[in-house]
Structure formats: structure tokens, C-alpha cells
């Protein structure tokens, strides 16, 4: 029988260690609702996924009040609209359109994003999913809770540059559109390589083609549990460092666990995965970067933050699978710098610079994330920046990301604030050197060697 | 059965037992353990009670339980068992 100790101990975590169950994210297949008739295609997209999610919210909260767990957002994941819309968007206005009713219909059942304004490019794109990806300004500018992400490139299929030297433009124009919330749009936008079909997280959510018609995804948290952990072994070797993250990554996760099967059964939709990631908040105590500073670094950044980083990930992961039947999604630690008070800190400090960021994502999930970065840095830098993280993903088998903000009208050392969950950044320096003729070669980089397994 | 813990925390003054007790028996609640303890000055009390009997929707007890808390002065939490056990037993 539960104890008192065992008791105060969850509640400990919950009430001052900010554990929560990030998100609950309702995956829901548009496959059906295809049509060459754009207004018959808005019509069946709002009521597919309103019906779908209409309790997906009073359902959450109910969880929330009766395992007394937070469960911060409820969100909606669905299949790529450039699958969906290819049919009947002639204009990127027409794609807009898409992006406005999925906009309505987060409104209107009070989930705060909906993910998949998407186009899957890894190899290469159909007229559909450049006209996707060209009306994506528009749509995230005119739109409040849309994000919309881009698959660029897979171990499997290589880099597609020309997508890349793409997204460079589009993110700049994307903060363009948004400049007068200082480029916000950017913050729903982000590029992957290996993306996955079952992230919970945004921006990046989609629901994959490979997935069933609606599933529950969960994503965990819990930065300021680990950290707590953390501090009662100070001055202990790494074997003992190694054991309390994976115990406490293994709590963590099954309260992630229970809370996606009690949705799954109320919502009557199946489940899908739970998604490990160390999920950090811009609230004090509920950082990643804290958590490296307590494993035995002055800042995120200085020398052997890479080899921290790649030991919290990697035993979040082994305590993690065993707490949960099916993992999947993004599942490891997130370093995002406006999302986190400890990385904002360090790159105040001038501890933390884009090349080490750049390094971290080498061994964790996920990648550049929400780095504000110069508004007159040039598109080609950009898809630089982007080719460099795709080369890594590519070519270590893993998901990396990219969710630059090029925040127009600002530059180094001045702040930006983008509120809520999304937090405030300092703007980052960038390598301005050129790399245009690189980015205009045009084509694609091929798979590399090790993607034949076959 | 299904099972619920009910955890009180805060500073210890006469009469915080009976007055949950009370609630608890007023709605068809049975209490099927308790255990406390007094680290610091602080009251801290856990009970494990039945919930199959009442009538009562379980969020409306997790609010009235918090709002007995609050004019009791202390911290009343009313969670489903099950998060306990997932936590802390494989």
C-alpha cells in the first residue's frame, strides 16, 4: 500500500518542482476530408476535427483535477496540409484559407495550437507543397494559434537544399509579415530533418500518414523534478548522477503514461505515444540548463556541456522506456533558449554562443530552438544555419530542428518578448560570413552511406 | 475498488481530523486508513478512503475538500490512488 513518504513525495514534485504533463496532444487524420472543392475541404476540416476534439480539453482538465497533475496544454496534431490541400489550392491564398479554418476551430474548442500546416520536402516537392510553403507567411501571420513545420531532409533521403535555400527566405519573410510582434510568427515555424510522425510538441506536431485516424500522444516534463534529484547527490561520481536521473526520468514518465491512457479511454481515441522530453518553462526551477549547471557547470555552454547534456539525455531516455509501453515523438532533452530562464542566462552571461548550441543538438533533441537571431541576417545565413542541422540529423539518424526568429528591426544585445510559454530571448549573434554560393548550387544533398541497410 | 488519497498539510490546530472526517462521513466516504505525522510544527495526515460509495462527482469532492481546507487553514489535496502507484511501483 502507498506510503505517506511516497505520497508527500509526487506531491513534492508537482507543487514545487513544477511537474506537469506538458501536453496532451490530440492527433487527427484530414485524409478523409479531401476535395477539389476548396470551400467543401474548409467545411469537412472544421467539422472533422471539431468533432474529433470537442472534449479534448474539459476531458484534460478533468484528469488534471482528479489525479491533482497539471496538464498545461491541450493541443491538436493533424496530417499535413499540403497533402490535404493539394487538391484544391490553387493560390497561396487558398492555403491560407486551410490555415484560417484550423485556426477557427482551435478557437472553438479552446485548444491553444493546432500543428500541421506542413509539407513533407526531404526529397522533393510537389507543386502543392511549394505552394504550401510559399503561402506559409501569410498563414502564420493572419492566423494565432496555427504552427506550421517543414520536413527538409531524412537519413533516409538525403538534404533537399533546394527546400532549404527556400525556408531561409520564408522564414525571413514569415518575420517580415510579423514584425510588429516582433516576428512572432517565427516562433510557429520550424524546420526538421527526420521529423517525426508523432510528436506531441510544437511547433513541429503533425499527424503522420502513418498513423491512425485519431491517437493520443502525451508529452511529459519534469526539468525541476531532475534538478531537485540532482541536488541531493552533489559531489557523488557519475554512476550514482547516471542512477537518479533514469529513477527519477522513470517517474516522471509514468504519470505521462497514466495520464495518456486515462485520455485514451475517456476520449475513447487509441493511444499513441508518450513522449519523454525534458520540456523546460521560462518559470525559474523548470530548466534544462539548471539541470547542467547542478550536474557540475558554471553556465549551459561552458566546457563539457555537450558531454552533460549527452549523458541527461541518454538516461532520460533508459528510464523513460521502461515507464511506458510505446515511446516515440521527439524523447530526450529540449535546449530551446527563449523557452528557458538557465540558457537565457548563459547567453547573457556570454557562456552560451550559436556554435555551441549548434554542438548540443548533436546529442540531444532536438535542434536550433527558438534562437532569436539579427532581423537583417540574410536568407542564405540562414539556410546555412538550417543545411548544418539538417547535415547533423542526416547523418547521425536522428531528428534535428530549426526554429530561428530573425527579429526585424533588432539586433545583438537588444531583448525580445514573446510571452507565455514561449518566453523572451536575447538576440544572438550570427557567423555572417557567406555561404551564399553554397546555398545557390541548387538540387539535393544524396543520402549518406549508411542509409543503405538494405 | 477503486481507491482515493486524501493528504492534509499545513499547521497543526484542534479539530482538523474530525472536521474532514465529518465531511467524509456526510457524503458516503469511507476511510479506510490514516496515517499522519508532525515534522516541524506542521501537520501532515494522509488518508486512503473509498469513494464507490457517494453520489457525488469526484471533482466536486476535490473542491469542497480544497475549500474545507482553506477555511480550516490548511492545504487539502484529494488525488486518485492511481498516480501514487504508477509513480512508485513497477
Known sequence: MINIFEVAETNQMIEKENLDVRTITLGISLLDCIDSDLNKLNDKIYHKIYDAAKDLVKTGEEISREFGIPIVNKRISVTPIALIGGAACQTTEDFASIARTLDKVAHEVGVNFIGGYSAQVSKGMTPADRLLIESIPLALSTTERVCSSVNLGSTKTGINMDAVKLMGEIILQTAEYTKEDDSLGCAKLVVFCNAPDDNPFMAGAFHGVTEEDKIINVGVSGPGVVKTALSKVRGENFEVLCETIKKTAFKVTRVGQLVAQEASKRLNVPFGIVDLSLAPTPAVGDSVAEILCEIGLEYAGAPGTTAALALLNDQVKKGGVMASSYVGGLSGAFIPVSEDQGMIDAVIAGALSLEKLEAMTCVCSVGLDMIAIPGDTKATTISGIIADEMAIGMINQKTTAVRLIPVIGKGVGETVEFGGLLGYAPIMPVNNFSCADFINRGGRIPAPIHSFKN | ?90
Request: glycine fraction near 6%.
Open chain 2, 1 to 90: 475498488m477503486k481507491r482515493t488519497i486524501i493528504t492534509v498539510v499545513g499547521k497543526d490546530t484542534v479539530g482538523i481530523i474530525a472536521k474532514v472526517c465529518t465531511y467524509l462521513a456526510k457524503n458516503d466516504i469511507n476511510i479506510l486508513d490514516i496515517s499522519q505525522t508532525i515534522v516541524q510544527g506542521y501537520f501532515n495526515m494522509m488518508m486512503i478512503v473509498d469513494t464507490n460509495q457517494t453520489s457525488r462527482h469526484f471533482g466536486d469532492i476535490v473542491d469542497e475538500l480544497s475549500a474545507l481546507g482553506e477555511e480550516i487553514g490548511v492545504i487539502i489535496k484529494c488525488q486518485k490512488e492511481e498516480i501514487f502507484d504508477t509513480m512508485h511501483r513497477i
